[in-house]
């Protein structure tokens, strides 16, 4: 399924599929393991691979680029997945 521009959080739900089929591990991709079950569900290509508790290891990512915002960052990261999640189910057929 193609990730449409149109989607709130597209942009960060592309590049971590993208990582992920690259074998990066980046914020994005560890967002995109965090929603996996539902984006598999709407009907994304998300690898059944997934890492051992991916919400820590983007809390240690976010942490270790600025400490200080890495609460805040990782509370608009998951509220971006969740409206992108939603939009998704809305226009999936």
């Not at 929603?35 to 539902?38: L, N, W």
């Not at 919400?55 to 983007?58: G, S, V």
């Not at 270790?64 to 890495?70: F, G, P, R």
């Not at 997945?81 to 939603?86: A, D, G, P």
């Given at each position: 399924m193609e990730v449409?521009?149109?989607l709130p959080g597209a942009e960060l739900?592309?590049?971590?599929?993208?990582?992920?089929?690259d074998g990066v591990e980046s914020i994005?991709?560890?967002l995109v393991l965090i929603?996996?079950?539902?984006l598999r569900r709407i009907g994304y290509d998300v690898p059944d691979d997934t890492p051992f508790l991916p919400?820590?290891?983007?809390w240690e990512k976010l942490s270790?680029?600025?400490?200080?915002?890495?609460h805040s960052r990782y509370n608009a990261l998951i509220r971006r997945?969740?409206?992108?999640?939603?939009a998704s189910e809305?226009?999936?057929?």
């Open positions: 449409s521009d149109a739900i592309r590049k971590g599929l993208i990582d992920l089929g994005e991709a560890l929603g996996a079950p539902r919400e820590d290891r983007l270790q680029e600025n400490s200080d915002t890495a997945l969740v409206s992108f999640e939603r809305c226009v999936s057929p």
